[in-house]
Structures are given as C-alpha cells and as structure tokens.
C-alpha cells in the first residue's frame, strides 16, 4: 500500500470543497466538479432559454450523454442503462416487472444492514404477493457463508449492497452472484457507496441488475440515479411504472398502443429531470479523466496516513483495507462524545450513525487532511 499520495494538486482544484476544514463527507454527498457548472449551463439552462419546447432535443441528448458516461466509468453498454431519480424508485419498478410466470419462489432477500430506504422497496413489495426477509445484522455481509446459508431455494430475488452505508463493509458482490447464477436467483446490486471509489464494471460482477446513484462518490449530485440490467434479461422485464420515454418510439403519442422500449429505457417513464443528469454527467466525465483506480489508490493511500497516526489503542478499531469500502466507518463507543468534540474543534466535516463515526477520502483531501483528523482524535499518540 502507498503510504502517501503523489497526486498533482490541480487534480483536488477541479473541485469546490466547503471549508474550512477537511471535508470527509463524500459518503453523504460528494463535492461538485467546477466544470459542472458551466455543463448545467450550456446543457440545461441555455437550452431552456434559447429554444423554450424545442429544448427537448437537446436535453435527450444530454439523458444520452449521461447513459454513455456511466459506460465509459463503469462497463457495460449505454443502452444497458436507465435514468433513475434513485435506488428505491429503480428497485421499486424492478420488483414490479419481473414476470409473474407462476414460481413458488416469493422470498426478497438482503441483509439488514442494507440502506433501509431499500429495504421499506422490499416490505412494500408484499402487497404483490413478495415476502421480504432479513438476514440478522449478526450475520456478516462480508462471509459468502451468511449469503450461501440464506439464498435457500424460497428466494426469488436478493439485494445485495456493495458497500454497506452504515458499516463500510464490503460484501463478496461476484461470489454472491455465482452462488445467484447456480441457483436461479435474480441477483441485484447496490453500487451506491462503491462506484466511482472502488474499481469495478458492472458487466462483469455477474449481477442480473445493478442499481446506483451518482451523490457520493460520483460527485454527481443528488436526482442521477441509475439502473443497469444485463442485456439477455430486459427484454423479460415488463415495468408497470411507464410512461412516453419507456416507449419504443416515443414520439407516438398514440393513447392505444404502447410498446416497450427494447432496451434498458423501459424503465424510463413520463417527462424526466434535466438537470441532475447533466450536472451527473459532466462529474463523471471528470472522474473518468481522473480515473478510478487513482481515487481508489488515493483513498487508500489517505486511510494509511490516518492510521499510522492516530492513536495506538485506537488502531484496533480500523477496518482490514480489504473489507472495507471508500469510508474509514469506525465504532467510538463511550468515546463517541469525546471523538465527536474533538473533530469538530478541528474543523472536521463528518459523521455519525449511531456509535460509528464515519470519515470519507476522496480526490479533494490531501494528506495534511488525514493528519489532522488523525491528530485530533483524543487518545495517547504513537
Ligand atoms: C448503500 C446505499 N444504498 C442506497 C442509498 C440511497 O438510496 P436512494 O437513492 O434510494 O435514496 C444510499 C444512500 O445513502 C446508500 O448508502
């Protein structure tokens, strides 16, 4: 592992980082590339106020542009994805299209330490006949025994996060989805805390559909969400939440006949947002000029600076590098009050669920950052 990042300084510039101290957020919301905003310009607003309802052209292009980029960042073909304006939403018209072809199998699986507004999808899914079921938060994400041991021949389908919001465990997204494949099971992901900070393509993770956003390590803003689906399954998929965009041809405008658009774009629906995707776009545009594996590197070359000088007896308490995704999520316990001080007092954007303090590196944080959060926690020093 890099003990320290050699990364040029203007990379952190094409930013706008909220001061004064160091921002460790991102796994709340990221922070917006300068060149964002004059793409929200040119793509959105002077569209909208040169050409009025002739804008349309333009801001499809844009929706295009969008689809494209998650391809270029993240695999898979742009046709295979779909605009979302989040992942409940997207998982929500996911459940709701899979065919009804008389199986018994009716169980929803993930794991409870899931983003909960995923798991409110899954409950909410009952009133179609699903059941929605848990696996105890004691049993371990990261184990692909917890996954082998509930992906019983009941489930229809299970969720699986990539990176768990709360925990900053990773789960084992690949092995799952070889377990999913062997026995029948529709294999869906959430990439919500992994993309843009840990390197993967959504192509080769062996998942049916993966579900993401671009308001954290995206740096897209909230509103971009998105949904991929491997391409032998769209056409099996009959979203019941549609509209003029998930049509074939969506300029047919005829009230009697609908078809489903033949790729990912049938989960579109009615008149979509702009302006997320625009602004989402161009992010990724930077990103993917910066490039993954570099953040990634970064990340972890940051996390290396903060433990080397945090407290000894603290040092226990930091996640393996490997079973852990962009965020340093670390149990404060009694301490919590203390941490929770002393960071603040430093000037330390973070936070907290629960007894977890939760402290994100991205492209915009230098080493001095890592120092100083690391020298602010209270404790003996090395
Ligand atoms: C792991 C994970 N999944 C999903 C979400 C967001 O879901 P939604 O876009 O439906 O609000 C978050 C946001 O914090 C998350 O951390």
Not at 19 to 37: D, E, I, N, R
Not at 269 to 287: D, E, K, N, Q, R
Request: proline share 7%; glycine share 8%; net charge negative.
């Amino acid at each position: 592992m890099p003990m320290t990042s050699s990364l040029p300084p203007e990379t952190a510039e094409r930013f706008c980082v909220p001061g004064p101290g160091p921002y460790a957020l991102t796994h709340s919301v990221g922070c917006l590339p300068k060149a964002s905003m004059d793409a929200l310009h040119a793509g959105f607003l002077r569209p909208w106020s040169q050409l009025g309802g002739d804008a349309w052209q333009e801001w499809l292009a844009r929706h295009d542009a969008f689809r494209s980029a998650l391809a270029d960042l993240l695999g898979g073909m742009p046709e295979e994805y779909c605009a979302q304006a989040n992942l409940s939403s997207g998982l929500s018209k996911l459940l709701a299209s899979l065919p009804r072809n008389g199986s018994s199998r009716r169980v929803l699986l993930a794991a409870e330490d899931s983003f909960p507004s995923l798991g409110f999808v899954l409950k909410q899914a009952e009133r179609f006949g699903f059941e929605a079921r848990l696996i105890p938060h004691e049993r371990s994400p990261a184990l692909l025994e917890t996954w082998s041991q509930a992906l019983t021949d009941e489930v229809r389908a299970v969720l699986v996060t990539h990176v768990h919001s709360q925990t900053g465990v990773v789960a084992p997204v690949e092995a799952i989805a070889r377990l999913c494949a062997d026995r029948e099971i529709l294999c869906i992901v959430d990439i919500a805390q992994s993309a843009g900070i840990l390197p993967l393509a959504v192509h080769t993770l062996g998942a049916h559909v993966v579900l993401g956003s671009c308001v954290k390590w995206l740096c897209g803003g909230p509103g971009a969400g998105f949904m991929w689906i491997a391409p032998g399954l769209i056409e099996q998929l009959e979203p019941a939440d549609v509209g003029w965009l998930s049509h074939a041809d969506p300029f047919r405008f005829d009230i009697h006949s609908f078809e489903y658009a033949h790729d990912a774009r049938r989960f579109w629906g009615g008149t979509p947002s702009v302006a997320p995707f625009v602004l989402a776009a161009a992010s990724l545009h930077v990103l993917n000029e910066i490039g993954v594996q570099t953040i990634f590197a970064h990340n972890r070359a940051l996390m290396n600076v903060f433990a080397m000088e945090m407290p000894r007896a603290w040092r226990a308490r930091l996640p393996a590098p490997e079973q852990t995704g962009g965020t340093l999520c670390i149990r404060a316990g009694s301490a919590l009050d203390a941490v929770r001080a002393r960071l603040q007092e430093a000037d330390v954007r973070f936070d907290c669920r629960g007894e977890i303090v939760r402290l994100s590196f991205h492209i915009v944080n230098t080493p001095e950052h890592a120092l100083r959060i690391a020298r602010a926690w209270p404790g003996e020093r090395p």
